[in-house]
């Protein structure tokens, strides 16, 4: 355990006493946000604006018992022993003493040295960021809330289909971990700060969370012998101009962590076990962040199948900006990070979802990478693997040609035309859409021909023979152009059709 680890585990008693109160006292991430009137509570809990004096000064008037452990947890107010006793009751204070959740105030009385919030259906204890009188724990352990938007965007990326076995490795407060043991039967969590591991083991307790293990140490060591059908992490991937913390810098170019976990996680998924994980990297000059991380896998490769979602790129520039304005670094310092860029040949900064699977059964595997689109959803992430996992499978080309393809919904055909010979000439097509990713795809015009024959009748054979006797086009480059044109929803085949409502795919 963290030597200075404000709360302590040793106790299981108070942990229920605790539970119960805070399940039956209103205390909801629901109440917080509409309370408050924030998207998100993330916003309570930092100290970005005002939200101590927010939460200290603001709403006294009817105190109900949920504010009045915002006030207790987030806001980080004293109170007196009287106070809190008729509020929570005497067991509930003395359980919370025990664990150290309320601690003598610097004036007299209680007060919690940590925050303690919920989230996502759990209870969550990590740093305090802030005081009512001025900064929190500052170390470079620090553990963050998991409320932050990034995390959630992990959390939210996260298959929550059953599975027997799931790791959360870089577990912080053990958010998603305590989330997982929701639909995994058993469920470990790694960091390698013994303070997040302590956070996690704390977070186990208070949730009374029985199939959770949380292990401290580097990466897959504390794990070495066993397999996962799900391995979650949203890694630390900042370059290390940064503030150094250990939760954000993710070693000398940024990448090194996400590195390390590409390259030694092989042994550690099982057959058709997926790696859900937040990433952040670079485009170069000569590389882009998918090859790198497929070149990552090393002799494994053949093994796995890899699909980049990509949220958000950026000018190497205007993301350092970004991060400058973030933590209020000096502009100057703006040169340093261009120089970093410059050194690695950085075109872009790409901020995404990396999904690689092990393949359950020796087939040739597949790469892709897309990009969100407006409401693109984890809903739609599993559809494009299935779908590529099936392309894949054995058999399958068979079942293509069986199929009866029509047009998705929502796209457009953009026809790029020019002087040829004095004629207005179609010089290329491409076909549109934002759901369900942000697609641009190139086409051959017989592509764009074959789209507007489909109409749902003839099958993907009879329109093969139509394209082959007027044209050379094998069976496999035409398969591969309706799984690509399928993949991205230009085309439908039933039991294939993307999640979302018509409708909502039509915006
Ligand atoms: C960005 S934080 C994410 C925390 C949490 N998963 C979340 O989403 O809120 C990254 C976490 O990875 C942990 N970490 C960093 N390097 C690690 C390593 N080599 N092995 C295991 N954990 C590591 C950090 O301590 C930190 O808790």
Not at 277 to 305: K, P, Y
Request: charge should be negative; aromatic fraction near 12%; glycine fraction near 8%.
């Amino acid at each position: 355990m963290s030597s200075d680890f404000p709360l302590r585990l040793g106790l299981p008693e108070p942990f229920p006493i605790i539970r119960n109160f805070l399940e039956s006292s209103g205390y909801t991430e629901e109440f917080l946000r509409s309370h408050f009137h924030l998207p998100s509570i993330h916003f309570l809990l930092y100290p970005y604006g005002l939200q101590a004096e927010y939460l200290n000064k603001k709403y006294e008037e009817g105190d109900s018992l949920p504010l009045f452990l915002a006030r207790l947890f987030i806001a980080g107010r004293t109170y007196d022993r009287p106070a809190l006793e008729e509020r929570l009751t005497s067991p509930v204070v003395a359980a919370l003493e025990q664990l150290g959740l309320l601690i003598p105030g610097d004036t007299a009385g209680l007060r919690c040295p940590v925050i303690v919030y919920p989230a996502l259906g759990v209870f969550v204890a990590s740093d305090r960021g802030f005081r009512p009188e001025g900064p929190g724990y500052r170390g470079k352990d620090y553990v963050m809330s998991g409320t932050e938007h990034i995390c959630r965007q992990f959390i939210a990326h996260i298959s929550r289909a059953p599975c027997k076995t799931f790791l959360d490795m870089g577990t912080g407060s053990g958010l998603a971990a305590l989330l997982a043991t929701k639909f995994s039967e058993q469920v470990w969590a790694v960091d390698i700060t013994p303070r997040a591991a302590s956070y996690a083991g704390f977070n186990r307790l208070l949730n009374g969370a029985q199939n959770l293990t949380v292990l401290e140490g580097d990466l897959f060591t504390p794990v070495r012998g066993l397999s996962f059908d799900r391995i979650a992490s949203n890694p630390p991937f900042e370059p290390p101009l940064k503030d150094g913390m250990i939760f954000s810098v993710g070693g000398e170019d940024g990448e090194a962590i996400i590195k390390r976990l590409v390259t030694e996680i092989p042994p550690y998924l099982n057959p058709g076990g997926r790696l859900y994980c937040q990433v952040c990297g670079t485009d170069r000059e000569n590389e882009s962040f998918d090859e790198r991380i497929l070149s990552w896998l090393g002799e494994a490769r053949s093994e796995f199948d890899a699909v980049l979602f990509v949220r958000l790129t950026l000018p190497p520039n205007e993301y350092a900006i970004q991060q400058m304005l973030g933590e209020n670094q000096d502009s100057w310092k703006l040169q340093e990070w261009n120089m970093f860029y410059h050194k690695l040949k950085a075109t872009q900064v790409v901020i995404g979802h990396l999904i690689l699977q092990k393949r359950a059964s020796v087939r040739p595997t597949f790469t892709a990478r897309r990009n969100f689109g407006p409401v693109t959803t984890q809903k739609e992430i599993e559809w494009l693997l299935d779908w590529e996992t099936q392309c894949a499978g054995p058999d399958f080309a068979d079942r293509l040609l069986e199929s009866r393809p029509r047009p998705g919904l929502g796209w457009e055909l953009h026809v790029r035309h020019g002087l040829q010979e004095g004629k207005l000439t179609p010089l290329g097509y491409t076909f549109f859409t934002t759901y369900p990713f942000e697609t641009n795809l190139h086409v051959a015009s017989w592509m764009a021909m074959l789209v507007s024959r489909c109409d749902g009748k003839a099958t993907a054979a009879g329109h093969y023979q139509f394209f082959a006797s007027r044209m050379t086009l094998s069976k496999e480059e035409y398969l591969r152009a309706l799984g690509a044109l399928i993949g991205a929803d230009f085309l439908r085949i039933d039991g294939f059709e993307p999640p979302a409502s018509p409708e909502a795919a039509a915006q």
